[in-house]
C-alpha cells in the first residue's frame, strides 16, 4: 500500500523569504501522481500544484514550485516571496495513475504560518 | 467553475441520533468522495463513488454509510452518532481519469467541510 509522510507537523516564515514543505511517499508504481492542497484557515481546500511521475522537470505554478526525486522518492514544495495569504494547513497526496478511480492519499499535513 | 457544496457548516448532534451529511456538485463529474479530517491524521477516505448508486469503501467506512442517488448528490450517514466520529468532514469531486478535457486536469474539488461535534 502506498503512504504519504509529511515531517514537519508545522512550519514558519518570514513574509517575502522562501520556504520548502516536506515531503516523502513509498510506492511501489512506476506511474503515479503527486499533488499539493492547500487549505487556507476556514476556506475550502485547493489544488497548488501536481507533478507527473514519468515527467522529470519539476512542476512551477508562479511563486509554487516543486523538487521531486523519484528515486529518492521525495516531493517538496518551494514557496517563493512567501505572503500572508500563503499561510495555511498544506497537504501532500498521492494518486496512481492505474485503475479507473481517482483517489488520493493523503499526508498528515503542514500548517504554515507566515510571519510579517 | 467547479462548485462542491456540503450542506452544513457546522453541526451538533446527538450520541446515538441518525446524521446526514450531503454534498452536492455542479460539474457533472462521475467521482465523489467523501473524507474525515483530524489534527495529525490528515484526510482520511471513509467513501468514494464512481457513479450513480456505485459505491465503495475507502480506508476508514465503520459506522458510516453513503447514498448516491443522483450523479450531482452524495450523501454520508452515520447511523447511530457516536462521540469518536467529531470530525471535520469534507466532500471532493472529480471526474474519472480519461475525462480530463483540454487545459483542465484531474484534480479532485473539495467542499467547504462540515464541522461536526457529537455531543
Known amino acids: 500500500a502506498q503512504t504519504v509522510t509529511q515531517s514537519q507537523p508545522e512550519m514558519s516564515v518570514q513574509e517575502a523569504e522562501t520556504v520548502t514543505l516536506s515531503c516523502t511517499y513509498d510506492?511501489?508504481?512506476?506511474?503515479?501522481?503527486l499533488f499539493w492542497y492547500k487549505q487556507p484557515p476556514s476556506r475550502q481546500m485547493i489544488l497548488v500544484i501536481r507533478?507527473?511521475?514519468?515527467?522529470?522537470q519539476n512542476a512551477t505554478e508562479n511563486r509554487f514550485s516543486v523538487n521531486f526525486q523519484k528515486a529518492a522518492k521525495s516531493f517538496s514544495l518551494k514557496i517563493s516571496d512567501s505572503q500572508l495569504g500563503d499561510a495555511a494547513m498544506y497537504f501532500c497526496a498521492y494518486r496512481s495513475a492505474n485503475g479507473a478511480t481517482n483517489k488520493l492519499i493523503f499526508g498528515t499535513g503542514t500548517l504554515l504560518a507566515v510571519q510579517p | 467553475d467547479v462548485k462542491v457544496t456540503q450542506s452544513s457548516r457546522y453541526l451538533v448532534k446527538r450520541t446515538g441520533e441518525k446524521v446526514f451529511l450531503e454534498c452536492v456538485q455542479d460539474?457533472?463529474?462521475?467521482?465523489m468522495f467523501w473524507y474525515r479530517q483530524d489534527p495529525g491524521l490528515g484526510l482520511r477516505l471513509i467513501y468514494f463513488s464512481y457513479d450513480v448508486k456505485m459505491k465503495e469503501k475507502g480506508d476508514i467506512p465503520e459506522g458510516y454509510s453513503v447514498s448516491r442517488e443522483k450523479k450531482e448528490r452524495f450523501s454520508l450517514i452515520l447511523e447511530s452518532a457516536s462521540t469518536n466520529q467529531t470530525s471535520m468532514y469534507l466532500c471532493?469531486?472529480?471526474?474519472?481519469?480519461?475525462?480530463?478535457?483540454?487545459?483542465?486536469?484531474?484534480?479532485?474539488?473539495f467542499g467547504p467541510g462540515t464541522r461536526l461535534t457529537v455531543l
Open positions: 460539474m457533472d463529474h462521475e467521482n
Open positions: 471532493a469531486s472529480s471526474l474519472i481519469p480519461g475525462r480530463e478535457t483540454s487545459g483542465r486536469w484531474n484534480e479532485q474539488f
Open positions: 507533478q507527473e511521475a514519468y515527467k522529470q
Open positions: 510506492t511501489s508504481e512506476s506511474d503515479y501522481y
